[in-house]
């Protein structure tokens, strides 16, 4: 198994920039196909970004597309999503997750780290 601690979420003005961080421990990273979603206050949770499976690029919501940008450090064991030109509709709770790479569904979740956006 693999445990996911996601970090770097905060308050931030509209226009501004996060980086959020995603520290794995019990397995390396590279054995799973790592992703961010997120869920907004009433909402269910989205998809925000991820790896596509064979090639390794990156893969976006189009909401984000863009803006956010996905990449990780396998040295690290980490998962990054750095996002940029922050908007309001932005605020919510980020989550990283991970499945094997012949998963269907995700298995492991981190705890989430909130991100608001200040208009």
């Known amino acids: 198994q693999v445990q996911l601690v996601e970090s770097g979420g905060g308050l931030v003005q509209a226009g501004g920039s996060l980086r959020l961080s995603c520290a794995a421990s019990?397995?390396?990273?590279?054995?799973?196909?790592m992703a961010w979603f997120r869920q907004a206050p009433g909402k269910e949770r989205d998809f925000v970004a991820t790896?596509?499976?064979?090639?390794?690029?990156?893969l976006y919501a189009d909401s984000v597309k863009g803006r956010f940008t996905i990449s990780r450090d396998d040295a690290k064991n980490t998962v990054y999503l750095q996002m940029n030109s922050l908007k309001f509709e932005d605020t919510a709770v980020y989550y990283c997750?991970?499945?094997?790479?012949?998963?269907?569904?995700?298995?492991?979740w981190g705890q989430g780290t909130q991100v608001t956006v200040s208009s």
């Open positions: 019990g397995r390396t990273l590279s054995s799973y196909v």
């Open positions: 997750a991970a499945r094997s790479q012949d998963g269907i569904s995700y298995a492991y």
């Open positions: 790896f596509r499976r064979y090639s390794g690029s990156p």
